[in-house]
């Protein structure tokens, strides 16, 4: 069985920070700077302080279903700042 076999199907209302990370067996650092959120938001909602917003909830979703294709997209836009 995958790691990724725990988690609710993708388009589920319930999407846990936690185990979306814990399946892909990454830190809550490497999971923040990969997929472009703070640690310390990420930190809140998997100590259950606060929920991610809506565009953080899609956006949980789509590394669900496509982690690559967003860690791409992150990278590149991270390109961008100067």
Do not use: C, Y
């Not at 209302?13 to 640690?39: E, I, N, P, S």
């Not at 279903?65 to 700042?81: Q, T």
């Amino acid at each position: 069985m995958k790691k990724s076999d725990n988690l609710p199907p993708a388009g589920s209302d319930h999407l846990d920070a936690r185990d979306l990370r814990l399946a892909k067996g990454m830190t809550q650092q490497a999971f923040a700077d990969t997929f472009g959120f703070t640690v310390g938001a990420l930190r809140d909602w998997e100590q259950g302080r606060k929920r991610p917003e809506r565009s953080a909830r899609i956006l949980l979703a789509v590394i669900q279903a496509a982690p690559e294709a967003v860690a791409a997209a992150v990278a590149k836009a991270g390109s961008f700042r100067k």
